[in-house]
T-cell receptor
């Protein structure tokens, strides 16, 4: 069955420190993976997708099919990065749908 | 992109009653979805709202409990029927436009508390 796991429910880092939010998935097909972010009092929004291979707000994520991982990384955390982060997988069946992981709450300590 | 408005934003309901949540998108979108986020949990897909036809429900969700309508490309409703305290959740409407790439736009959510 398709599944997305995020082992850390809470993650705290100091400002300026590197941050890595872990995501693993299980999917029999060719995955399309995403990171969504929800800042305090804002709606959930797309941060980045693996297919774009882009860096958004200093964040990058590399799809590792061998390890079935899609970890989110940033070399220097900023206070404004504090938010809830959800890893997500688009499941392509007869109709497409997005499945979300449990989420990691990132807190950047000043 | 798409801007999604949901109402009500929150409500407190009595056990056994039903509540309808409305979702309005500011532009024509191809796909609309309803998600549930229970306290401390992640988002769970309830169903895909299909225009002019019955919604496609995920495992564990049924039409009698969560009837969904989508009369046009910009509007959908989700009804939570015969509510119990276990239905206390945030219900999120989401949509995508153009070719579905997996990018979803979300409403602010409707927080329901069932007493």
């Amino acid at each position: 069955a398709q599944r997305v796991t995020q082992p850390e429910k809470l993650l705290s880092v100091f400002k300026g420190a590197p941050v890595e939010l872990k995501c693993n998935y299980s999917y029999s097909g060719s995955p399309e993976l995403f990171w969504y972010v929800q800042y305090s009092r804002q709606r959930l929004q797309l941060l980045l997708r693996h297919i774009s291979r882009e860096s958004i707000k200093g964040f990058t994520a590399d799809l590792n099919k061998g390890e079935t991982s899609f970890h989110l990384k940033k070399p220097f955390a900023q206070e404004e990065d504090s938010a809830m982060y959800y890893c997500a997988l688009m499941r392509k069946t007869s109709y497409d749908k997005v499945i979300f992981g449990p989420g990691t709450s990132l807190s950047v300590i000043p | 992109s798409a801007v999604i408005s949901q109402k009500p934003s929150r409500d407190i309901c009595q056990r056994g009653t039903s509540l309808t949540i409305q979702c309005q998108v500011d532009s024509q979108v191809t796909m609309m979805f309803w998600y549930r986020q229970q306290p401390g949990q992640s988002l769970t897909l309830i169903a895909t709202a299909n225009q002019g036809s019955e919604a496609t429900y995920e495992s564990g969700f049924v039409i009698d409990k969560f009837p969904i309508s989508r009369p046009n490309l910009t509007f959908s409703t989700l009804t939570v029927s015969n509510m119990s305290p276990e239905d206390s959740s945030i219900y999120l409407c989401s949509a995508t436009s153009g070719t579905y790439t997996g990018e979803l736009f979300f409403g602010e959510g409707s927080r329901l508390t069932v007493l």
